[in-house]
């Protein structure tokens, strides 16, 4: 189960650092959904709260695809829910790449 | 001796120039949550009369009132502290205490202010006048492991309850002597999220994430322990997805009732204070965040999370249902009644407002503009215990 979940989610990263970024409007929607809603545990600035910090230098020596799988599934027994309902598989990998690079204000 | 006394004379009336004599009981503060702003506002002219900028990282900040209402202290993600004086609409004091901050408390005598800290985990008592540190308790459940703290409360004795999230306990300091804190230490159960202490300062309650149910303790016989209630509420079910945490400092207790918010679920859970069994559940439009009651309890406010987070469900207590649902605003993160509960004000985070309700007719009766509040903290919380 989990192995397929880890394939699954290698084509993700696969596809999000291809062509198919986020146009510039929902960009800004993701960032905005990052800031405030994820915020309210991993903190505004991304530095954490009851949730783990998301800053480059906390995610650095993480696999991204593991971090996609973790946005995109949630990680059960523990209060990270899955957001899958709001996003696409790319948009999580692009959430990723920008979290991991430091992300938009 | 004649000069000495018209020279205080003129002090004086210089010093009352300008400003008038007026009291704290209709004032309070609006958390602006991304710029570190505070407005100051007027629950009576339901105006805003001051706006104080450099108060660092406000997301998630809280408040708490010195007992004369005067004084607010604000407690900032950044670990800031800082007290605002009400009337002078300045800041008096500001210190950087910890990396990772939550909120914070007032003890019953008002001379201590205790913050609770997630990095490093644990709290730190500081004199309310000063705001010198005078002690802390670190969160080390187990030798070098420390845990976030959740759910700080005060309660009488200057004692103080809270939560250990990765501890999985509760434990009450007691800072009868402020730099020699003692505390006690309770098993409570799977990661507890939040916190809270009844109206009387009796009981301390902790919702668990971790699991069903709810930990108690009795802080007039702490001795017999934290125990369960509500175990199981949600009865194996899978739970839904939790976008973001409930807050339970709101307590709400109406007609002998608890309404609390179900973890994973879209329901009100309705416990009896008195055996502390659920006796009803009502369901509502999303995962609850705050269950507050009108101050005469008759009606129970309800906001949402994420992705349900422009409504609001009104219960009415008597009918045990919700009678009112609406959608008054874009990210509704807060609320906070006028003191005998008249009118509500909302915070509308994405719409960048504060919206004032009538609590009778449900009609909006003003707005006052704000840079994505927040946390609502009027100076009537100086009398409350647990708030």
Not at chain 2, 56 to 66: I, K
Request: contains cysteine; aromatic residues 10%; hydrophobic residues 40%.
């Amino acid at each position: 189960m989990f192995g397929n979940k880890l394939i699954f989610a290698l084509f993700l990263v696969s596809t999000a650092t291809g062509a198919s970024e986020p146009d510039a409007e929902r960009q800004k929607e993701l960032v905005r959904l990052v800031r405030q809603d994820c915020g309210s545990c991993h903190g505004m600035t991304l530095q954490g709260g009851l949730g783990p910090a998301l800053l480059p230098a906390s995610l650095h020596d993480k696999p991204p695809e593991g971090l996609v799988a973790t946005i995109y599934f949630g990680r059960p027994g523990t209060p990270m829910p899955p957001w899958k309902q709001f996003m696409s598989e790319a948009e999580a990998g692009w959430i990723v790449k920008k979290l991991m690079s430091g992300f938009p204000q | 001796m004649r000069l000495i006394l018209s020279f205080l004379l003129a002090l004086f009336l210089a010093s009352c120039a300008g400003s008038q004599v007026r009291g704290t009981g209709d004032l309070g503060l609006i958390i602006e949550r991304a710029s570190g702003h505070v407005t100051l506002v007027d629950t009576t002219t339901r105006q805003p009369y001051a706006r104080i900028g450099g108060l660092g990282d406000l997301s998630h900040a809280s408040a708490v009132y010195s007992r004369d209402g005067r004084y607010a202290f604000v407690f900032g993600r950044d670990g800031g502290l800082t007290k605002i004086d009400m009337l002078e609409a300045k800041v008096v004091k500001r210190v950087i205490q910890s990396g990772n901050a939550i909120g914070g408390s007032i003890s019953q005598d008002g001379r201590i202010v205790v913050v609770q800290n997630y990095t490093p985990g644990g709290i730190k008592a500081f004199d309310a006048e000063t705001l010198e540190l005078l002690s802390e308790v670190p969160a080390e459940y187990a030798p070098g492991k420390f845990s976030k703290v959740v759910g700080l409360a005060d309660s009488s004795g200057n004692r103080f309850a809270y939560a250990l999230f990765e501890g999985g306990e509760i434990w009450v300091s007691d800072f009868s002597n402020p730099r020699q804190p003692k505390t006690q230490r309770f098993p409570a159960g799977s990661q507890p999220y939040d916190g809270l202490v009844t109206p009387d300062g009796r009981y301390f309650l902790a919702g668990l994430f971790g699991e069903d149910g709810v930990a108690m303790l009795d802080l007039w016989q702490p001795d017999k322990g934290a125990r369960k209630i509500l175990e199981n509420y949600g009865r194996g079910q899978e739970k839904l997805p939790v976008f973001k945490m409930p807050h339970l400092r709101g307590w709400s207790v109406a007609q002998g009732k608890a309404y609390l918010p179900a973890i994973g679920r879209h329901e009100v859970l309705v416990v009896d204070v008195a055996t502390w069994k659920e006796v009803g559940r009502i369901p509502v439009r999303g995962q609850p965040v705050f269950v507050m009651a009108r101050p005469d309890g008759r009606q129970v406010w309800v906001n949402f999370a994420f992705p349900d987070n422009g409504k609001m469900d009104v219960i009415d207590t008597l009918a045990g249902k919700v009678i009112h649902a609406f959608e008054p605003g874009k990210g509704i993160l807060h609320m906070e009644f006028t003191p005998r509960g008249e009118n509500v004000w909302l915070s509308a985070r994405d719409d960048n407002k504060v919206l004032i309700y009538d609590t009778t007719t449900f009609t909006r009766i003003g707005e006052i503009a704000a840079d994505n509040p927040s946390g609502i903290f009027f100076t009537t919380r100086a009398a409350r215990i647990g708030f």
